[in-house]
């Protein structure tokens, strides 16, 4: 229900700073900033990736120790580097399930993926027949680069507190030129004779 309301307000906000007018006609900057504060109300989720990435890197080194950590049901994030048997250079990152828990090494081998660590790479060894990795596009010799674990990070909706905080600044502004604009101006002083 919370995003309805909100989403209703950044819709009103953006077809306000559209037309220049909000409760009284806007300056340059109040229409850019009510510009900004629908999008922010619109897409929190843009200004906090940038705050906080959603995926974090962390060493291929360290993938069966990830695999193990990850609760039952859930899934791995790899980015591999290698050359296809056709010769083509391939750079992807993928999405394995890792079904219930265990080890890490058994984990990755429910998933299809056998790994050996070579000169301080990971780097795949055997791909398990019909495996999700190998529905992945991935091969042998592939090598692990990097395995990208979800940040625990706060709901991007907190970033709709300053942009509302910014909404109420504008509001209060235009009321105040609003009321100027409204009180009639002191009739001039009659001339003298």
């Keep these: 229900m919370l995003q309805v309301i909100i989403a209703t307000a950044a819709m009103l906000i953006f077809a306000a700073a559209t037309m220049n007018y909000f409760l009284t006609r806007s300056r340059l900057w109040e229409s850019v900033a009510l510009l900004l504060i629908a999008f922010a109300l619109f897409r929190p989720g843009f200004f906090w990736d940038r705050i906080y990435p959603p995926l974090l890197e962390s060493e291929p ?7 193990e950590a990850l609760p039952a049901g ?8 290698g050359i296809s048997i056709e010769g083509d250079e391939v750079s992807k990152t993928v999405i394995l399930p890792l079904g219930p828990p265990g080890t890490g090494e058994e984990r990755l081998l429910n998933a299809g ?15 398990g027949f019909a495996s999700p990795a190998e529905r992945a596009g991935l091969d042998f010799d592939f090598e692990i680069t990097s395995v990208l674990v979800t940040n625990d990070r706060p709901p991007p909706e907190l970033v709709w507190l300053p942009a509302l905080a910014l ?24 001339a003298g004779n």
């Design 167 to 190: 909404l109420a600044a504008i509001i209060w502004l235009q009321r105040r030129r609003r009321t100027a604009e409204m009180t009639p101006a002191a009739a001039p002083a009659p």
């Design 61 to 67: 080194a360290q993938i069966y120790e990830v695999a």
């Design 74 to 81: 859930a899934s791995i994030r790899l980015h591999a580097e």
């Design 113 to 127: 993926l056998t790994l050996r660590q070579e000169g301080g790479r990971t780097i795949i060894d055997m791909i």
